[in-house]
């Protein structure tokens, strides 16, 4: 390229994950990408990378702003019920300037990790009412310079056995929530929340995403209710589920079908390695599973997965530091998907595919595209998962949103 065409920055020399193996250059101009090249002849600022993998930023599809941070305020034994009981108990003293703050907190940890993108799940009933939903909009409004945030609103503790709820949830959405979750497990009707999910669903054109099918017993799977509902509202490639946890105890051959049927319904699925490991095989004292579902055997029969955190510092997940990179680690090492490719899959779901999920027809390092770009120090996808490559420096639109030194020796 001449230098007749000017940038606003130029990032020398950056690999790029799944592209092509040799460095390119990156033109930055008003925000967005304006060239990718071999060599950018162009004279402006610059960052030289040194064949540094570059990423769009990390994206986060399952994780909960409303009710992190809050162990001090409740008893972690370990086990779902209990955990879904004390943040119930907890919530009803949660104020709007009280999830704001430590929203805020947890927000700013994930932009300093590299996450660009997040869908945060918000819980709404006559408990909580819309607090958190107010604290999470004005916290989406405040972050926007680093961070696009979609709000995901649904029923922790049930919907047809909670009256009030489902008129919550429609305010909710009217106000300008970005998608639509249900919770059908703790539902006294499951097949009833998942239909009335949909219906809001439609009736506001939004996204839906549930968590589902949260245990070991596959005998039973609210999956197969949802991918019917997908296919006969024909909302698929607009519908999620996280956890799923179920599959994990299915045998090869049955896993299989049920991948089929969620590629066919197009039904995505997020799995939360940190929060499914916890929770699980709580009645084995010996021999415990890991519950933890296989998302890179799944995507062998064109399922749309994502790794994602869930839960931080709270009864669900007593941990945290909201890195992504150190969640799909976590997943590979629990999997044991330890081949170059399938550890380049990992980065894959916590990147690309979970902007597929979200459908972010934005998302990508190409030219039109927001720079919204994220410097990893390492050269190679597999790697990046392999040694938990730290990210050094991120751009938001154009603009430097944060910036990690990179570790140094000091030798004698």
């Not at 990156?26 to 060239?35: H, K, L, Q």
């Not at 940190?274 to 599973?289: C, K």
């Not at 680690?329 to 990147?351: F, H, K, S």
């Amino acid at each position: 390229m001449t230098g007749t065409t000017s940038f606003d920055l130029i990032l020398r020399q950056a690999r790029i994950a799944g592209g092509d193996a040799a460095p390119v250059d990156i033109g930055i101009r008003g925000g967005r990408i304006a060239a990718v090249a071999p060599n950018i002849a162009a004279t402006a600022p610059e960052e030289r990378l040194d064949g540094r993998l570059v990423v769009p930023g990390f994206v986060e599809t399952h994780i909960h702003l409303d009710k992190a941070c809050i162990l001090d305020r409740c008893r972690t034994e370990g086990t779902l019920a209990e955990a879904i009981a004390e943040v119930a108990a907890a919530k009803r003293g949660f104020t709007e300037a009280d999830v704001y703050a430590r929203a805020s907190g947890v927000l700013e940890k994930a932009i300093l990790q590299g996450t660009t993108r997040i869908r945060t799940h918000v819980e709404i009933d006559p408990r909580i009412g819309l607090r958190s939903f107010g604290a999470l909009q004005r916290l989406k409004r405040d972050y926007a310079w680093a961070v696009d945030l979609e709000l995901c609103v649904f029923p922790q503790e049930g919907l047809t056995n909670d009256p009030g709820t489902e008129e919550l949830l429609v305010e909710a959405c009217a106000a300008g929530a970005d998608v639509i979750g249900g919770c059908p497990y703790t539902d006294t009707d499951p097949n009833e929340q998942i239909a009335r999910i949909f219906a809001i669903a439609r009736r506001f054109d939004l996204d839906i995403d549930f968590h589902l099918d949260f245990d070991l017993d596959p005998a039973r799977m609210d999956l197969d209710e949802v991918c019917r509902q997908a296919e006969a509202q024909k909302w698929g490639g607009r519908v999620a589920v996280g956890h799923v946890t179920k599959l994990s105890s299915l045998p090869a051959e049955a896993l299989a079908a049920k991948a089929r049927r969620l590629a066919d319904a197009g039904v995505a699925v997020t799995v939360l390695p940190s929060t499914d490991l916890f929770l699980m095989g709580r009645g084995h004292d010996h021999d415990v599973p890991r519950g933890v579902t296989p998302a890179h055997k799944l995507l062998a029969h064109g399922v749309t997965c994502s790794l994602s955190t869930n839960n931080v510092m709270n009864p669900f997940t007593p941990f945290g530091d909201c890195s992504l990179i150190r969640m799909a680690n976590l997943y590979a090492n629990i999997a044991q998907a330890g081949r170059p490719a399938e550890l380049a899959d990992c980065l894959d779901m916590v990147t690309r595919l979970p902007a597929k999920l979200m459908n972010l027809d934005d998302y990508g390092i190409a030219v039109g595209n927001p720079a919204d770009l994220v410097v990893l120090d390492c050269r190679d996808p597999a790697m990046a998962v392999a040694e938990l490559a730290q990210p050094l420096f991120g751009l938001k639109r154009g603009r430097r949103s944060f910036t990690r030194r990179s570790p140094m020796l000091h030798r004698p």
